[in-house]
């Protein structure tokens, strides 16, 4: 095995946290959180195999869980914090948070009768429950959504002083707060739902493929098959966040694991601490575009535009591709023009050895894909694929002590068989296979070990659901102001009208609004605003509905790359040990041909699969969107096969702006001129030599 996946990463590893700052508890309050964690993802997956509750108490349990666990485990400020106890406030907070929910449950009929006529008791819960949510995620995800989500509630309760033209009528203190909490339209609204149902799933999901040794088989796979060509550390950076990606939708966590291997591989083989960063925080944000587990924006999309999930993941395939191909030509052009060696082929594995003995682990990944492409949902797929990696996780611990390979292949076969009955009987069965594996698991020799990676990997999916949770229900603040009010229709107006004069001026402003939004929210809340605002308007432009969402959705991730707040690139330079705001400039610069993908999906939508496109439609704006990343790429870093003076850059960065536009005349003369460049590029080397 190479070693460089053996060896311990020279670099300090990172002490960068996407989401606020944990405290390390030992004692009496560690064993609660641990517990309070294994009951959240024991509740979820109980809820995705047997479905106990109603939809509404779902979500509002789904939030309990949340705040218990973020008032745990967040501290009220960073400065003079408590890291191994909690205070008594606290765990008072953590308390009242756990208990808010449960009253949906127990009054779930009474409130459904009185619905519209909330009691002094529904008022104060849903007050309680909303201050709360406000406090647990001003602790995870900082001011900048909070604050955002509280402008809005002050425009509930105040937007009736304004001018007339952003002005509503007005509404009491009662219809508010019912609207935030006790119905279907505010903090338990479609985001909550989407995170108590599909996004839990998928984030367990993804700890228990990354607990079982999937980022180490990704980076095998990845040096193997391109650590060796020029600049081969970057490619091997490009290619293994591409494979995590598939796995987990978020970028910033990809950033973190597979970043502390990629980074300092990097810059052990001279690229820059600047670059290097850059590299894999660009690599990393287009986890959130890449199929089959994409971004949780992406289930929030499905449910909003009632949709299949599937239809999702073919809109995002082709732009997916092309976001990676971008960010790896880019990485080849920075290779050639610093002249960067690969590694050392004695120092790269076999990937078809690694893939010969760890190939059991793709076989979830495959069941997933196959599950949403025949018409199972997403809950149903995602389930699938966690309790087949269960099995595979408890039966490898058994299989490797069986020593005959014909008794191994039996028993890998029945597992299979187990595991297959899912599909046709239900959950019961396959929960008994596992309940089989686990008592087998405390007789086998390395058994116990297995166990406690299991685990290690229900706690640490419920802490990674933290985030992405409570991110969700602040923002149904955003949705049930604006359904109250009905206040989008202001902005998507502006944009009809803009639209009338230009398309591209509404697109243009668009992409800036959410880039400026995502400077201090995250990617969901970011895509919920400007969805529930602009996307409509594009769709009365004559943007197809999936094209109009998936084109706030990629600026939503390019906001993450975007200075000066760019949390993929934060992440990276607690790694690369390098100034944040240069990598986030320089993965701009890297990933500035993903910027033109969703205009060239908007101009001609068969580059996302929609309107029933023939293949030759497919294949000629694949071609076209290839040649104008290859002519970004040369602009902007400023080199091909030699260094291309600044007439050079500046005439393949027009030639690309031709290829963008539908237009027949623009495609012909980028297309010609393209291939002028290229024969010119061509001659000129040949000159050289």
């Known amino acids: 095995m190479s070693v460089l996946l053996h060896e311990e990463n020279r670099e300090e590893e990172s002490d960068f946290e996407e989401h606020g700052h944990q405290r390390r508890l030992v004692g009496w309050a560690a064993s609660l959180v641990v517990l309070g964690a294994l009951a959240f993802s024991a509740y979820q997956i109980s809820v995705a195999a047997f479905h106990p509750f109603s939809s509404l108490v779902i979500r509002a349990l789904h939030v309990s869980f949340l705040m218990f666990l973020i008032f745990m485990l967040y501290p009220m400020n960073a400065k003079g914090r408590s890291e191994q106890s909690i205070p008594w406030y606290d765990v008072l907070l953590a308390l009242l948070g756990f208990g808010v929910g449960f009253y949906h449950l127990i009054f779930e009929a009474d409130l459904i009768e009185r619905s519209g006529d909330p009691t002094h008791a529904d008022l104060i819960v849903a007050t309680l429950a909303s201050v709360l949510v406000f406090e647990a995620a001003r602790r995870v995800v900082g001011w900048a959504l909070t604050l955002v989500c509280a402008a809005f509630l002050a425009y509930g309760f105040l937007g009736q002083y304004l001018p007339l033209s952003i002005a509503h009528r007005g509404f009491g203190f009662d219809q508010i707060v019912g609207q935030l909490y006790l119905g279907s339209d505010g903090i338990l609204g479609t985001p909550t739902l989407v995170s108590a149902t599909y996004i839990f799933l998928f984030i367990l999901f993804g700890t228990f493929l ?7 088989l990704f980076n095998a796979l990845a040096l193997g098959l391109v650590g060796r060509a020029q600049g081969g550390p970057a490619k091997v950076a490009v290619i293994s966040s591409g494979l995590m990606g598939t796995i987990s939708g978020s970028g910033v966590a990809n950033v973190l694991t597979v970043g502390q291997f990629t980074i300092p591989l990097m810059k052990r083989f001279g690229y ?9 925080a660009t690599s990393s944000m287009g986890g959130q575009i890449m199929p089959p587990v994409m971004g949780a924006v992406a289930f929030i999309m499905a449910e909003t535009l009632n949709v299949p999930y599937a239809d999702i993941v073919m809109a995002a395939i082709i732009p997916a591709m092309l976001y990676y191909v971008t960010a790896f030509w880019m990485v080849h052009l920075e290779a050639g023009r610093l002249k960067l060696l690969g590694i050392p082929a004695d120092q790269c594995p076999n990937p078809w050895k690694e893939l010969k003995a760890s190939w059991h682990l793709a076989l979830p990944l495959a069941a997933l894909v196959y599950m949403l492409f025949h018409g199972f949902t997403p809950m149903f797929a ?10 595979l996780i408890l039966g490898a611990a058994i299989a490797v002590r069986i020593s005959q390979k014909a008794l191994r292949y039996v028993f890998w076969f029945s597992l299979g068989l187990g595991a297959a009955s899912f599909i046709e009987w239900g ?15 405390f007789f086998v020799q390395g058994g116990k070990e297995t166990l406690l990676t299991m685990k290690k990997a229900l706690i640490d999916g419920a802490k990674q659901a933290l985030g992405v949770g409570i991110a969700c229900a602040i923002v149904g603040v955003i949705i049930g102001v604006l359904t109250l009010t009905g206040a989008a229709s202001n902005f998507a107006g502006f944009i009809l009208e803009v639209g009338q004069t230009s398309l591209f001026l509404s697109l243009l402003l668009t992409m800036v609004a959410c880039l400026i939004l995502g400077m201090g929210i995250p990617t969901i809340p970011n895509y919920i605003i400007t969805s529930s605002i602009a996307a409509p308007a594009l769709l009365k432009l004559g943007v197809p509905l999936i094209v109009s969402h998936m084109f706030v959705f990629y600026f939503g991730i390019m906001a993450d790359l975007t200075p000066p707040v760019a949390l993929a690139a934060f992440a990276a330079a607690s790694i690369a040990k390098a100034s944040a705001m240069k990598i986030g400039f320089k993965a701009t610069q890297i990933a500035i041909a993903g910027f033109v993908v969703p205009f060239m999906a908007v101009y001609d939508p068969s580059l996302m699969l929609q309107g029933d496109p023939a293949w030759t439609a497919v294949v000629y704006i694949v071609l076209k969107a290839l040649l104008a990343i290859f002519l970004w790429g040369c602009a902007a870093i400023g080199y091909l096969w030699t260094p291309l003076n600044v007439i050079e850059r500046v005439g393949a960065a027009s030639i690309a702006v031709l290829l963008v536009a539908a237009l027949p005349i623009t495609d012909e003369a980028g297309f010609t001129l393209g291939t002028l460049f290229v024969v010119w590029n061509v001659w000129r080397r040949y000159k050289a030599q």
């Open 427 to 441: 959950i019961v069965p396959v929960l008994g296979v596992i309940g089989v594996l686990v008592v087998f698991n």
């Open 210 to 216: 990354e607990h079982a040794g999937m980022i180490r």
């Open 272 to 280: 820059s601490s600047v670059f290097a960063g850059a590299v894999e």
């Open 382 to 391: 995602g389930m699938m694929g966690l309790t087949l990696t269960a099995v």
